[in-house]
């Protein structure tokens, strides 16, 4: 298929690289040069602006940063719906609140386009090999139009329901890796201090009622599990300021539909307080150093405590 992608970042290049691998014409637009030269030596043909990429699309994706640059590269007066064949399909993977997302679903639809929200899960890590979760909110009919190329860059493909049903799982999903790492750090720490193996509180966490996914790929104490970003002193991996954004919106749903979410704003706060001690850029299991005080304003009052 001829394929328009807006938002060529850490994600949006890998996947674009993917429908190329696959046979798909993609014609991309970044507002930053290094990222349209990347996504070039990948073999995406870059435009010279939004509008030059979608003229002849059948689909376009959106992975931008967040709602309002989606609203915004769709609807403003010569942005993408301005230059689309009518019919075309458009495609949002970006992570985004359900509002926005519903309302791009209202207002693509009604200028004759069909419009999908579909965000996804698996990071840059899963972009590159082509195996992301996608969480699909839209019709059957608009994801069957769709499906193969979605499918050049999924592991798995879930159609979750009507307008912002993607958006719905993935931030629901998300708020729960929170809250399950936050945990983990918690029952990580305490094993260590109660004198256990670290090795063999793993091996007995994860075939016991405490295992979790953060568990079994971001245990928080060196040389448990390969993958696990306190390996390289939290660098790579889910940012906490990601997993802040992602939060975020969850609780903006929280609030949307009068729903408590008390671990959630708990997870939040931590989420800050690592984002202004300049951790922003770790990786999200960097919060066992709120709870061992190895980092900031615990270990500090704890000495203070200790004077
Ligand atoms: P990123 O910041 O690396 O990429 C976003 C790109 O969009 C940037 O290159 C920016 O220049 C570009 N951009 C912004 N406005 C634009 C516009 N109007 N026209 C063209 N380009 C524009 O972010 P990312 O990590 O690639 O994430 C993209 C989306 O995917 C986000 O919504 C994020 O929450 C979501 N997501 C990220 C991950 C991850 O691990 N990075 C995982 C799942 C979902």
Redesign the pocket.
């Known amino acids: 298929m001829k394929v328009a992608w807006?938002?060529?970042?850490?994600?949006?290049t890998p996947m674009a690289a993917n429908l190329v691998r696959a046979g798909h014409q993609v014609v991309g637009?970044?507002?930053?040069e290094g990222?349209r030269a990347r996504a070039a030596g990948l073999g995406v043909i870059v435009a010279t602006g939004?509008a030059q990429a979608v003229a002849d699309a059948e689909v376009v994706f959106t992975?931008?940063?967040?709602g309002r640059?989606v609203r915004?590269?769709l609807l403003d007066p010569g942005g993408v719906l301005d230059h689309l064949a009518p019919g075309s399909v458009v495609v949002d993977?970006?992570?985004?609140d359900i509002a926005t997302a519903r309302e791009l679903h209202e207002q693509v639809t009604a200028r004759g386009f069909r419009f999908l929200d579909a965000?996804?899960?698996?990071?840059?890590f899963g972009?590159e090999a082509g195996k992301l979760t996608f969480m699909v909110g839209g019709s059957d009919e608009t994801l069957a139009l769709v499906a193969d190329v979605i499918d050049a860059m999924a592991g798995r493909v879930f159609h979750a329901g009507g307008p912002g049903s993607g958006q719905s799982a993935k931030l629901a999903n998300n708020m729960m890796l929170a809250i399950n790492t936050a945990g983990l750090a918690e029952g990580a720490v305490l094993a260590q201090r109660l004198g256990l193996d670290a090795r063999t509180f793993y091996d007995i966490a994860t075939v016991s009622s405490g295992d979790s996914w953060p568990l079994r790929n971001w245990y928080p104490v060196p040389g448990v599990v390969e993958t696990a970003a306190v390996n390289r002193d939290f660098d790579g991996g889910?940012?906490v300021t990601?997993m802040s954004?992602?939060l975020g919106l969850a609780l903006q749903a929280g609030r949307e539909t009068a729903t408590d979410l008390p671990l959630a704003e708990q997870v939040m706060g931590q989420l800050a307080s690592l984002i202004e001690l300049g951790w922003g850029g770790k990786d999200t299991a960097s919060l066992v150093k709120l709870v061992d005080g190895s980092l900031g304003p615990a270990a500090s009052s704890d000495s203070e405590d200790n004077r």
């Open positions: 807006i938002g060529l970042g850490n994600m949006g637009f970044d507002l930053v990222a939004a992975m931008l940063p967040a640059f915004s590269a993977s970006s992570t985004i965000p996804v899960s698996g990071g840059v972009a889910f940012a990601l954004k992602d």
